[in-house]
């Protein structure tokens, strides 16, 4: 019989899949604002896995960081932007082909990289969910990506303020 967390898991899979494909593919709206929901509902869903992974601080930063402050940041940008319907509605042949490449070869990637892998089915992972190893993790062997992502934000913040400036006539 299936235990909760089993049962869990895979409704939390479930929802994160369906939620990240109405990001991108939403048959119920062509408003860019449904998919920012839509992708806070996604981030709500994997912060569900990692409390699944007693990861508590990490789906605590998912929920705070991500479904908070960048998704208000993304929905500042979408509303401020206020493109046409016209604008929005406007696929480009070129795109889907390009996005479709992009897809099939993240999928091949890591396809790839499952059977290469050295899984061994008999050894569960030790999982550790506390913040001192991630902190130590974080600050010494990724110290470079979390500078960056840092860096990447600061540089989008910047970006929103200077869009929301209007010109003085």
Do not use: W
């Not at 994160?16 to 806070?40: D, E, K, R, Y």
Request: positive net charge; charged residues 10%.
């Amino acid at each position: 019989m299936a235990q909760l967390p089993d049962i869990l898991f895979y409704v939390f899979a479930f929802l994160t899949l369906v939620c990240g494909f109405l990001v991108v593919l939403n048959p119920f709206s062509t408003n860019p604002v449904t998919s920012a929901m839509f992708l806070v509902l996604t981030i709500a869903c994997l912060a569900g896995l990692f409390v699944l992974l007693h990861a508590f601080f990490l789906a605590a930063v998912q929920v705070l960081v991500y479904a908070g402050a960048v998704m208000v940041l993304f929905l500042f940008v979408i509303m401020l932007l206020d493109l046409p319907a016209e604008e929005r509605r406007k696929v480009r042949k070129t795109a889907i082909v390009l996005g479709l490449i992009s897809v099939g070869t993240i999928v091949a990637m890591a396809l790839r990289c499952l059977l290469q892998s050295p899984i061994n089915a008999g050894a569960a992972p030790v999982l550790e969910g506390r913040t001192a190893p991630l902190g130590r993790l974080l600050f010494t062997e990724y110290l470079l990506p979390f500078e960056i992502i840092s860096i990447l934000l600061l540089v989008a913040m910047v970006g929103v303020v200077l869009l929301s400036k209007k010109e003085l006539k």
